[in-house]
T-cell receptor
Framework: EDKVVQSPLSLVVHEGDTVTLNCSYE??????LLWYKQEKKAPTFLFML????IEKKSGRLSSILDKKELFSILNITATQTGDSAVYLC?????????????FGQGTTLQVKP | NAGVMQNPRHLVRRRGQEARLRCSPM?????VYWYRQLPEEGLKFMVY????????ESGMPKERFSAEFPKEGPSILRIQQVVRGDSAAYFC????????????FGPGTRLTVL
């Protein structure tokens, strides 16, 4: 069965810290991996990764995919209180042929002032 | 450029009633996905639709749940005879091309069954 596992499940840091969120997956015929940020509303798209070893970067956030070891990390540097949210990792498997996403449980990040 | 719209944002129903959840995709998007998020769990795929067609309903319970995406108007997820276990957040996402295309999510409808 296809699955996505995120770790840690929750994390508390102070402003200015750097955090690394992990996402490992087991899917049949991987197609892409996506990261979303979920506050008290819509999950907001952050990154889509399809190729191994290529870092995607947006401001203080960056992400990289390792297709050999079947995982991805999301890094946030110089964290701010506004980064507090649930970070979701999702994988699209080619076996479904529909684009449906398989989500991990999410990592709840709390950034304290 | 409006994003994905969902309404209502909050819905309260008594056991046995019907719930109708609406989703308007982003402009130019013809692919709609519905996901359910139960308390303390991740999002789970329910159904994937294109205009007038259900493409994949493998994640949707076979009874009481149905979905449609008519030629005109929003996509609708319908739950008949709701039970307490249906209480969850229901999210809709849309994309322009379906496979390997970014899905953009709406704000969700939080359904509470009393």
């Amino acid at each position: 069965e296809d699955k996505v596992v995120q770790s840690p499940l929750s994390l508390v840091v102070h402003e200015g810290d750097t955090v690394t969120l992990n996402c490992s997956y087991e899917v049949t015929n991987f197609r892409s991996l996506l990261w979303y940020k979920q506050e008290k509303k819509a999950p907001t798209f952050l990154f889509m990764l399809t190729s191994s070893g290529i870092e995607k970067k947006s401001g203080r956030l960056s992400s990289i995919l390792d297709k050999k070891e079947l995982f991805s990390i999301l890094n946030i540097t110089a964290t701010q209180t506004g980064d507090s949210a649930v970070y979701l990792c999702a994988v699209e498997a080619a076996s479904s042929n529909t684009g449906k996403l398989i989500f991990g449980q999410g990592t709840t990040l709390q950034v304290k002032p | 450029n409006a994003g994905v719209m969902q309404n209502p944002r909050h819905l309260v129903r008594r056991r046995g009633q019907e719930a109708r959840l609406r989703c308007s995709p982003m402009k130019g998007h013809s692919h709609v996905y519905w996901y359910r998020q139960l308390p303390e769990e991740g999002l789970k795929f329910m159904v994937y639709l294109q205009k007038e067609n259900i493409i994949d309903e493998s994640g949707m319970p076979k009874e009481r749940f149905s979905a449609e995406f008519p030629k005109e108007g929003p996509s609708i997820l319908r739950i008949q005879q709701v039970v307490r276990g249906d209480s969850a957040a229901y999210f809709c996402a849309s994309s322009a091309a379906g496979i390997t295309d970014t899905q953009y999510f709406g704000p969700g409808t939080r359904l509470t069954v009393l």
